[in-house]
Structure formats: structure tokens, C-alpha cells
């Protein structure tokens, strides 16, 4: 199929969010040829981040996107991810597949910065318009589109809006209602920082337990740089607004109070971090995905949490599908229909892992921490127990990706 030869009436697409699956999806759209315009309320695509993994389908979308040999030049290639005890002693240490679930010479972990940079310069040579400093602030759908009026005053009209901005979305609160009903909290509360290599670590990790209490430090290959996270479990959300750091930073200092190894040091410099992000560890679960003429796509409609290390993934590849569903259907709301029909088996099933991550990598209680050491202690004998990774590769690639392209080239 030629990229700029539709079959029916060029739609107007607006997409908002510029993360991962907002930029993924513009980039399909663009080249099944939509007309694509991108709303992102930051002043340039978001960089930075802790590393992400791009695991599954969600290789070959990179595949197809003519993206994967630069994600394999960006492979971190962890080594190990080491677990100590209260004491600071080594409680084990294991290859961050056993955890994960990857496929150590296929699925690949990269600084999220760069997959995003990737992102913004692939569809930076399309012909899709990004509109920075800007958002969403109200949404109007006649059923034959939606008009759109944006923060800066202006009213734009689409055929239709697909949401892509993050696990606190807008665009769903606009079509849906509050957050409250579709957040899913898991029980822990996290933050993620950086801070300097004191430890001189290179391409592993460390994870420090105390029951209900973590501190992680990841080193990406010989960086000078560390990302730090502190995570505290908690029955129920802290009432904390998203954007009181303040706040934040004095509950977080007062759950770690006290605790041994060198934790101290990370809350000293989670204090004067200018790169702190704080939220609960939570998931997004809807009925449905869909309204209308607006849908969601990403985090906004399926965030697994960071247990399930699937994020980006699920990302990647349920903006493909969309895309696709919409190229080869000619009503929307039937491609919202088989979008979802394809795709919410396999990100429930994705979801459901942060509950073995979960209990592995963030033990609540003494006893859970006791079960989780003996596993590390057996790796190496007869009698091992299986790791979360089992279970997870399975999930990770029982997905087949559609070729949206064999069909579009069969209609013509």
C-alpha cells in the first residue's frame, strides 16, 4: 500500500499525549495515511526516565517500525539484580530475565529518554503536526466527530480523539468522569530520582528489604548517574496530591527514618532532587476503552504498573493495533470494537503479573521476605522453585500481531 493513499476520505486524528503510545500510534496513523495531529501539554516530548523494557509483540512493532536495530543499540545489558538483607549482606542475586520474563537475546531495556528521543525523531520526518505547551480542556462529540477546544483557547474539530496521556488522563476524564472508580491501588507508594554512582555500580542493580520497605538503586551500563527509588507499602493511598513535592518528600523521609544500610544517603538526596517523581503503584481498569468517537490507548486505558514491567509494551503494541483496526475498517467504532476484542485479553493478562512481581520484588512481611530469600538461596539447586519470569515469558508473547499491511495490499 502506498503511505499516503487511503482508500476512504482522509480522517483528522487528533492524539493526545507524546509519551510512548501517543507517538507510536501518530507514527501508524500517519503512515496508513490519516492526517495526524499530536497534543502534548509539556514543552517537548518527555525525556528522561528510568529504564524500560520493549518485550514481545512489542519487538516486532519496533521491527516494523524500521526502529529496532537503534533499540538494540541502546540495550542496557543488565547483568544482575542483587538482593540484600536488612544487614546490608547479600541475600542472593539473579539475571534480570529470571524476574522479568525477557528473552535475553531478543527483548531489549533501555533508558526511557531514548526510546521517547527515537520516538519524536522518527515522527518528527512524517508529515504529523505536534502542537507542544498545549492540552485538551474540553471535548464535544456529534457523532459524526469531535470538536476539540484546546488549553490556548482554540477550537479545532476531528474525526476522531484517541487518548495517550498517561495513567492520570485527561482525555478519559473528559469522556468517563473522575479517576477514582478506574485506579486500581496496589498498596505501595514509590519515588524515583537520580542521584550520584557512590557505589560505583555497572549494568545491575541492588534492592534493599526491610518488610513494607525498599530502596532500589540501577546503574545503566558505567553511568556516573544512579536511578534511586524508594518505595514504602501502605494499605491505603496516602492522601498526597500529585503535585505536592513537598509533601511527598517529608512522608517519604519519615517512612525510611531510621532504616540501616545506606538508605539514609538515598533520602538525602531524594530531599534535593530535581527529577523526583512520586505516585501510587496502582493500574487502570475499564469496561471499556472507547466513547464514542474518543478512545483510549496506553496507560490511560490499561496501566499494568511497574510491577508488571509491561508498560511500554502494552503501549507500543495497542497503538499498532488501533492503528491498524482503523486502517482496515471503515466505521471507527467497529475498529474500537476489534481493537479491544484483540487487545484486552492480552493487557489483562499482563496486568495480572504485578501480582507475582509484586510479592517477589516487594515483599510486605517477614514471612514473605523469609520465602522470597529461600527462592534466591535454592537457584542453583535440584529443588529450585520457579521464578516469576516463568510465569511472565509465557504472558509477555501469547500475542500474535495482526499484518495490517497484507490486508490493506489484499483490498487493492
Known sequence: MNEHSPTRQRRR??????????????????????????????????????????????????????????????????????????????????????????EEKRDIELPRGELTDLLSRLTGDRSIRYMFNNSIASLSDDGAGVSVTFESGATEYYDLVIGTDGIHSRTRRLIFGPEEPFSHYLGYCYNGFTMPNFLGLSHESLTYTTPGRYAVLSAVKNSPTLHAFLIFASEEPPIIEHRDPAGQRRLTAEKFDGIGWEVSRLVQAMQHADDLYYDVVSQIRLDRWSKGRVVLVGDSAFAPSFLSGQGSSLAMIGAYILAGELATRDDPTDAFVSYEKLMRPFAEANQNLAGDGGAFLLPRTQEETEMRNRMLASLNSSDAEAMPGEISRAVHSSLKLPDYERTLNGKH
Request: proline share 7%.
Open 13 to 102: 486524528i487528533l492524539v493526545s499525549g507524546a509519551s510512548i503510545a501517543g507517538p507510536t500510534i501518530a507514527y501508524w496513523l500517519d503512515r496508513f495515511g490519516f492526517d495526524v495531529s499530536v497534543v502534548e501539554r509539556a514543552a517537548t516530548m518527555r525525556g528522561g526516565g528510568y529504564p524500560i523494557d520493549v518485550r514481545g509483540p512489542a519487538v516486532d512493532v519496533a521491527e516494523r517500525m524500521g526502529i529496532l536495530p537503534m533499540l538494540q543499540d541502546a540495550h542496557i545489558q543488565s547483568k544482575r539484580i542483587t538482593f540484600l538483607h536488612p544487614d546490608g549482606g547479600v541475600a542472593g542475586a539473579i539475571r534480570p530475565e529470571e524476574l522479568t520474563g525477557g
